[in-house]
DNA sequence: CAGTTATATAACCTGTCTGGCATGTTGGCC
DNA sequence: GGCCAACATGCCAGACAGGTTATATAACTG
């Protein structure tokens, strides 16, 4: 469920982590010299984006390469759905007041 | 930003409170017998996703009604979009693979 | 096999968050 | 004005999360 996701995503080191493989795949020390945190405390984050599915890794010789995966963003996108209608009534109220008023 | 308002969303509790405000408008009381939870927890909570622009809240008589608000859920969407492509590119190689497959 | 690189885990401390109970506060009613 | 109803707030206890330092593990390297 988005549930268990949004909670992992709440966190904003763990959010910037994901900006930062959004634009690429990294190895641990990679996003440790980005974050400029300690390299324990990015791989615990790590454990716990991977846990949730949030990204995957594949080792290539001592590293550890790390990725994106779409399922929890997709998740998340679908949790929000029912929630687009709250503005999107708006727009239609809008579209509807300016078809009135040319 | 969506970055707090992400925080306030991952609460289960919260959210749960959110699911119930999107079906109907509420007062303190409704909400408190539908999450069958002390109404003091239910107030701060309420505080909480005040405070974070989720709901708005209008006195009628000794009742407060709470109502969802638009913004942040469209902060949320807007802080998704970049994200969106990590799925959207799959279905582009998967277009390509079954128009290349017919 | 010894040493080094890259990362994971353990132990610990501290701050924060959530829930409950008790107590304010505000608006209507007799 | 006194009382009740609907909420809000203060205070406390327990649980948990995130960071740091120290240590373990895995894979190359000579």
Not at 30 to 54: I, N, Y
Not at 59 to 86: C, S, T
């Amino acid at each position: 469920m988005a549930l268990d996701t949004m909670a992992v995503l709440a966190e904003p080191t763990r959010r910037r982590i994901c900006d930062a493989l959004r634009l690429r795949e990294s190895g641990v020390a990679e996003l440790v010299a980005a974050l400029r945190m300690s390299q324990p405390a990015v791989s615990k984050h790590l454990r716990v984006l991977r846990d949730a599915g949030v990204v995957s890794s594949r080792p290539v010789a001592q590293q550890r390469i790390y990725r994106l995966e779409p399922g929890p963003f997709q998740e998340l996108d679908a949790w929000l759905g029912p929630y687009r209608e709250l503005w999107s009534h708006s727009l239609d109220r809008l579209e509807r007041h300016l078809d009135n008023n040319p």
